[in-house]
């Protein structure tokens, strides 16, 4: 996934049609924020080095050319530091040493942390939707307030709910099929939680990307 692809304009106005289109069905309010990285990696950058290190390490030891003793700590370090900063700088490289159970607690706690910083569960009918995804992580988490439950809600809401977080897994998933699976939130909610006629938008609609 492009990180770059969830920062464009075009992308802020489909995100926007997605969600303008599924509460004209329903009465939840839907919120979408974009990630980079929803936690730090640090650990994998680390390990990045210490492969390197080692790898240099062996190197030194077993070449058959000759090395002054002396440079080889300088060298190891030099390596450590290189693969640390690949690491760092290669998303793809990074996440092989990022389980993916941690991904997703920290996707989850980067949604937590927007659920409460936003004040989420103030609606009128508690009703919010907050839907996070990390880029990095390609992962989603979906959050309802006391209105939503997903799993009480029945077959239709949770396949949409899971259709949303299988949209940003994968290796090259796109912006348009997370836009899409969004949008089925809509006939699937529109049904446990249908529309009211004086239902009125008390969240932003604009996709928060950072």
Wanted: charged share 20%; net charge neutral.
């Amino acid at each position: 996934m492009s990180a770059r692809e969830f920062f464009q304009a075009e992308a802020k106005l489909r995100v926007r049609q997605a969600i303008e289109r599924v509460e004209q069905q329903t009465s939840a309010e839907i919120v979408v924020a974009v990630r980079k990285r929803a936690g730090g990696y640090l650990a994998a950058d680390l390990a990045w080095g210490a492969v390197a290190g080692l790898s240099c390490l062996a190197f030194l030891i077993y070449s058959p050319l000759p090395f002054a003793t002396a440079w080889i700590p300088v060298d190891v370090a030099l390596a450590f530091a290189a693969g640390a900063l690949f690491s760092w700088q290669t998303p793809t490289v990074r996440r092989l040493f990022c389980s993916a159970r941690s991904r997703e607690q920290n996707v989850q706690r980067a949604a937590l942390e927007v659920f409460h910083r936003d004040k989420l569960s103030r609606t009128q009918g508690r009703t919010a939707l907050l839907i996070v995804v990390g880029v990095f992580e390609r992962r989603a988490a979906v959050i309802g307030d006391l209105g939503i439950d997903p799993e009480a809600m029945g077959s239709a809401v949770q396949q949409a709910v899971e259709g949303v977080q299988g949209s940003v897994r994968g290796l090259f998933p796109r912006l348009e099929t997370f836009a899409r699976a969004v949008e089925a939130l809509g006939p699937a909610l529109s049904t446990a939680l249908p529309r009211q006629a004086d239902d009125v938008n008390e969240l932003p609609d604009e996709l928060e990307a950072s």
